[in-house]
T-cell receptor, first 110, second 116 residues
Framework: GQNIDQPTEMTATEGAIVQINCTYQ??????LFWYQQHAGEAPTFLSY????GLEEKGRFSSFLSRSKGYSYLLLKELQMKDSASYLC???????????FGGGTRLMVKP | NAGVTQTPKFRVLKTGQSMTLLCAQD?????MYWYRQDPGMGLRLIHY???????AKGEVPDGYNVSRLKKQNFLLGLESAAPSQTSVYFC???????????????FGPGTRLLVL
């Protein structure tokens, strides 16, 4: 089975940097996804890490440590539109199933 | 391309009624998925399909059935709806990369189901 943990809620200030952590315990692992979901909308893809290290994509970066079962999503220069839920999801060995964490609701304040 | 579409967008059922949710994708994806999302519980996989004519159970399959008669469509059925099935249902699809990996999943807009 798979167990994915991430904080339920976080608050940050516009223009600041925030790090959302995700830990996972899995019987098989083939990579980690991050999705963004605005209220009432569908999740949309942010990043995918297979190897250890940091992947940077504009204001968003994602890090993975396979040995520690740990990932984080780093959001820089926060904007009000970044207020959303951020979902961490682990891909199984066969590459055919994602297990999602409960999501982290990020509120960006002026 | 329309991407992933779902019908209906919203439905109210009485306990014991049946219904079918339709998911369609025009990206020629092999994999398709049905999830439910409840407050504080994230997305939970109900059933999935790795190709036309094949389906498999996910994390929470009880009370649901699925069919994938055509590659572009994935149907989710509720034979006898229960209040516990009140939720938001998302369909998703993705490519199969062929090396145990997977391209990202693309999600439909969701179906809000209320069972009274």
């Amino acid at each position: 089975g798979q167990n994915i943990d991430q904080p339920t809620e976080m608050t940050a200030t516009e223009g600041a940097i925030v790090q959302i952590n995700c830990t996972y315990q899995t019987s098989g692992f083939n990579g980690l996804f991050w999705y963004q979901q605005h209220a009432g909308e569908a999740p949309t893809f942010l990043s995918y890490n297979v190897l250890d290290g940091l992947e940077e994509k504009g204001r968003f970066s994602s890090f993975l440590s396979r040995s520690k079962g740990y990932s984080y999503l780093l959001l820089k220069e926060l904007q009000m539109k970044d207020s959303a839920s951020y979902l961490c999801a682990a891909l199984n060995n066969a590459g055919n199933m994602l297990t999602f964490g409960g999501g982290t609701r990020l509120m960006v304040k002026p | 391309n329309a991407g992933v579409t779902q019908t209906p967008k919203f439905r109210v059922l009485k306990t014991g009624q049946s219904m079918t949710l339709l998911c369609a994708q025009d990206m020629n994806h092999e994999y398709m998925y049905w999830y439910r999302q409840d407050p504080g519980m994230g997305l939970r996989l109900i059933h999935y399909s790795v190709g036309e004519g094949t389906t498999a159970k996910g994390e929470v399959p009880d009370g649901y059935n699925v069919s994938r008669l055509k590659k572009q469509n994935f149907l989710l059925g509720l034979e006898s709806a229960a209040p516990s099935q009140t939720s938001v249902y998302f369909c998703a699809s993705s490519y199969f990369s062929g090396q145990g990996g997977q391209e990202t999943q693309y999600f439909g807009p969701g179906t809000r189901l209320l069972v009274l």
